[in-house]
Each structure stands twice: as structure tokens, then as C-alpha cells.
């Protein structure tokens, strides 16, 4: 049965992730605070912006832009959307 955590994106107790996407503190963060749901909804989000933005993730220019809209879309504010984007009903 997996943990079940606060969710930091949907403000509800919902199941967390089975690990913590990324090594070191901010993955612990994350582990601890976003719902699985949040995180593959971002993962899906995260493929739309680098695909419709071009983004090269080679430049750190552009991995710092994604992890910032990265904290946005998961903490439920306002966060890039690629143009002409309308969200799933």
C-alpha cells in the first residue's frame, strides 16, 4: 500500500510516490510532500514545454527555467504552458 502525503499541488491527502524522484534534499522534498498523481501529471507537462519549446537540456539556462516552472506547476501556481495549450477535462 503506498504512503499517503499531504499534497503540496492538490492541498489533499492522496498516495505518494513508491521514491523520491531525484537524489540529495530535493528529492527527499519532493518524496515527501507530492502526490504521485502531481508528479506524473508534471511529467507529462514537462514533455509538452521541452517539445514545444525546443528546449535544449544540455543549457543549464534552460534546466534552471524547468525546474523553476517545475515548482510552480507543483506548488499549484501559475507555471508556462506551450502556446495554444487547453487542459485535459
Known amino acids: ?3 499517503k502525503v499531504i499534497c503540496r499541488k492538490y492541498k ?6 513508491d521514491k523520491p524522484p531525484f537524489p ?3 528529492g527527499e522534498d519532493l518524496f515527501n510532500n507530492v502526490s504521485q498523481r502531481a508528479w506524473d501529471e508534471w511529467l507529462e507537462h514537462q514533455k509538452m514545454l521541452i517539445n514545444e519549446g525546443q528546449l535544449n537540456l544540455a ?3 534552460s534546466r ?3 525546474n523553476e516552472q517545475m515548482e510552480l506547476f507543483l506548488s499549484g501556481e501559475d507555471y508556462a504552458k506551450p502556446s495554444g495549450y ?3 477535462e
Request: proline share 10%; aromatic share 4%; no cysteine.
Open 64 to 66: 534552471n527555467w524547468l
Open 1 to 3: 500500500m503506498p504512503k
Open 24 to 26: 540529495g534534499t530535493k
Open 12 to 17: 489533499e491527502e492522496l498516495d505518494g510516490m
Open 59 to 61: 543549457d543549464r539556462e
Open 86 to 88: 487547453r487542459p485535459a
